[in-house]
């Protein structure tokens, strides 16, 4: 699986993303059972706060398939989609 991640917005405005292949990572199952239940997830309105972030992600079974994406504002992250986000950002 192929999950891509741009975070935007926060105090500065700044923009940051990540891109992670699961099949090497040794967390790789949590990290697909958190994306595939992203599929049927309330993630809230979306919608922008003053100074807080904005989450777009990218979620592909495969390099060249058709990806699945969701938007998610920083105040609607559940602990899991919020580890998910920053694990892709992080790698």
Same mark, same amino acid.
């Given at each position: 699986m192929i999950l891509r991640? @741009?975070?935007s917005g926060g105090f500065a405005?700044?923009?940051a993303g990540g891109e992670l292949d699961?099949?090497?990572e040794p967390d790789r199952e949590?990290? @697909?059972k958190v994306a595939r239940g992203l599929a049927g997830a309330r993630l809230g309105s979306g919608r922008p706060q003053p100074d807080r972030y904005v989450y777009r992600l990218q979620v592909s079974d495969t390099a060249d398939s058709e990806p699945s994406e969701f938007t998610v504002a920083e105040?609607?992250?559940d602990e899991d989609t919020?580890?998910?986000l920053d694990?892709?950002?992080q790698s």
């Open positions: 991640v @741009e975070r405005g700044l923009v699961t099949s090497a949590r990290l @697909e105040q609607d992250l919020a580890w998910l694990r892709v950002l």
